[in-house]
C-alpha cells in the first residue's frame, strides 16, 4: 500500500511540474496580449498559415482564459493559504483504504468476566467440601471405627470418695454405642445428681473412647440428720459417707437440720457455721488437726444450729463436756472468755454443764437443765448438792463491763 501511494504522489508531481511550465507560457502569451503586442510573423509565411497561426493563438487565448480561471499565478500563491488536509482529503480519494479486520468482542466485560471465574471456582470449592463432608459424616456415623467396644473404653478420673461403681453406671451406658451418638450433657446432668460430685464432664475421644472426669465435693463437717450420720459440704448438701471407708475425716457433729428441710434453708444454716469454723479455726483447718495453737475448732465436738440467734457448741474438756451459748457474732471472743475463765468457773461450781456468754458483761453458768451427759461429770459430794439446787448468782468478769438491763438466769 505504501508503494501504491509513493507511485501516485510521483505522478502528482509530474502533472504540478507540467501545469507550471504550461502556466508560464500561459503568462507570457496573456502578457503580449495585454500590451497590445501581436506575434511576428516570418516573411515566408503564406496568407493561410498566418489565417491558421491566428485561429490557433484564438483557441489558446479562451483556453487561457478558461485556465485562469483554475490556475493561480505563482507569484500570487501564498505557502500559508494552502490547505494540506484537504490536499490529503483529495488525494485519500485515490488511495486503497485499510481493510478492516472484524474483531469478535464478548457479550460480558472483562471485570465481570473475572468475577464470574472467582465466584465459580468458590462454588466448586463449596461443592467439594460439601460432598468430603457429607461423605466423612456418613462414614462417622455407620463406621464400627467409631463404636464404644467395652468398659475399658471409658476413662474415669478424679473419683475419691464417690462410688465409682455408680459413676461407671451412668458412663457404661453408651457401651455398645456410636461415640457421636453420646448424648454428652446429658450424661453430664447425670453424674452431677450424685451427691459427692460437684461438676463432671465428659468428652469423645476419637476414634471409640469416653473421658469423665469428676470434681467432688468437699465435706466440711458431719450432720445427724434423723439418726443417721452423714458428711455434708459447705452449701448444705447432704453427700453420704465416703465409699472408700479408708478416708477418715475429724470434723464436729451439727446437730439442727432436718431430713425434710430445703437445699436452701440448710445452705443458710450452713453460712453460720461457716462463719464460726472461720472464726474458731483461722488456718483453716477444718479436718480437725492438731497443728496450731489458736485452732479451737478440734475441741468442739457438736455444733446445733437448730437456733440461728443462738449458736451452740459442746466443747470437750478433761473435767468433761459443757455446752457454750455463743449467739449469733463473735464466736472467737466469747469462745476465748470460756477457756480462759473455765478454771476460776469449776471453783465456784464443780457441776458446769453450760455457760451462756451471750450477754454483755455477765457470764451464766448451768443456764440449761441438766442433760445426759451428766453422767461424765465428776461425782459431787452433798454439799455440792444442795449448792446445786440454789439459785445459781450470774459471774461476772473483772474486765467486762456491767450492762443496765442484762437478764437474771437461774439453775433449773
Not at 485562469?68 to 493559504?81: A, G, I, K, M
Not at 485515490?94 to 469478535?104: G, K, M, N, S, W
Not at 460439601?130 to 475399658?152: E, K, P
Not at 473412647?209 to 450420720?229: D, H, K, L, N
Amino acid at each position: 500500500m505504501l508503494a501504491h501511494n509513493s507511485v501516485d504522489r510521483d505522478l502528482m508531481a509530474r502533472d504540478s511540474i507540467e501545469l507550471t511550465q504550461y502556466d508560464d507560457v500561459v503568462s507570457t502569451s496573456r502578457g503580449r496580449s495585454v500590451l497590445g503586442l501581436k506575434p511576428k510573423a516570418s516573411n515566408g509565411d503564406d496568407p493561410k498559415s498566418s489565417a491558421k497561426s491566428r485561429s490557433a493563438a484564438s483557441r489558446r487565448v479562451s483556453a487561457e482564459q478558461d485556465d485562469s480561471e483554475l490556475f493561480v499565478n505563482r507569484e500570487d500563491l501564498n505557502p500559508e493559504d494552502l490547505d494540506l488536509d484537504e490536499l490529503d482529503n483529495e488525494e485519500a480519494q485515490f488511495l486503497r483504504t485499510d481493510r478492516r479486520v472484524p474483531v469478535r468482542r464478548s457479550a460480558i466485560p472483562k471485570k465481570a468476566a473475572s468475577q464470574l471465574k472467582i465466584a465459580g471456582a468458590m462454588v466448586a470449592v463449596v461443592v467439594v467440601c460439601g460432598g468430603l463432608t457429607a461423605w466423612a459424616y456418613s462414614y462417622g456415623m455407620h463406621s464400627w471405627r467409631f463404636r464404644i467396644q467395652s468398659s475399658d473404653a471409658v476413662e474415669i478420673s478424679g473419683v475419691h470418695n464417690a462410688s465409682r461403681a455408680h459413676v461407671m453406671e451412668v458412663a457404661g451406658a453408651d457401651i455398645g454405642r456410636n461415640i457421636f451418638f453420646v448424648p454428652l450433657d446429658e450424661r453430664k446432668r447425670q453424674l452431677e445428681q450424685i451427691p459427692w460430685v460437684e461438676s463432671a464432664s465428659v468428652m469423645r475421644l476419637l476414634p471409640n473412647r469416653i473421658s469423665v472426669t469428676i470434681q467432688e465435693r468437699m465435706p466440711v463437717a458431719f450432720a445427724q440428720i434423723g439418726s443417721r450420720i452423714s458428711l455434708i459440704d459447705a452449701n448444705g448438701v447432704v453427700m453420704g459417707m465416703p465409699a472408700d471407708r479408708k478416708t477418715k475425716y475429724s470434723f464436729p457433729v451439727i446437730r439442727g437440720i432436718t431430713e425434710t428441710e430445703a437445699l436452701s434453708s440448710r445452705a443458710a444454716a450452713m453460712k453460720i457455721y461457716n462463719r464460726l469454723v472461720g472464726e474458731l479455726d483461722p488456718d483453716g483447718d477444718t479436718a480437725g488437726s492438731t497443728s496450731g495453737s489458736n485452732n479451737y475448732l478440734r475441741q468442739l465436738s457438736e455444733v446445733d444450729l437448730s437456733d440461728p440467734e443462738d449458736v451452740k457448741v459442746t466443747a470437750n474438756d478433761p473435767g468433761g463436756t459443757v455446752l457454750v451459748h455463743l449467739g449469733s457474732q463473735d464466736f472467737l471472743t466469747r469462745y476465748k472468755l470460756y477457756v480462759n475463765h473455765l478454771a476460776e468457773w469449776r471453783q465456784q461450781f464443780p457441776s458446769v454443764q453450760s455457760v451462756d456468754l451471750r450477754y454483755e458483761g455477765q457470764v451464766i453458768v448451768n443456764p440449761d437443765k441438766p442433760a445426759a451427759s451428766e453422767k461424765h461429770l465428776p461425782r459431787m459430794n452433798a454439799d455440792n448438792a444442795d449448792r446445786k439446787k440454789a439459785t445459781a448468782k450470774p459471774v461476772s468478769h473483772k474486765s467486762m463491763k456491767p450492762k443496765k438491763h442484762s437478764p437474771q438466769r437461774t439453775q433449773r
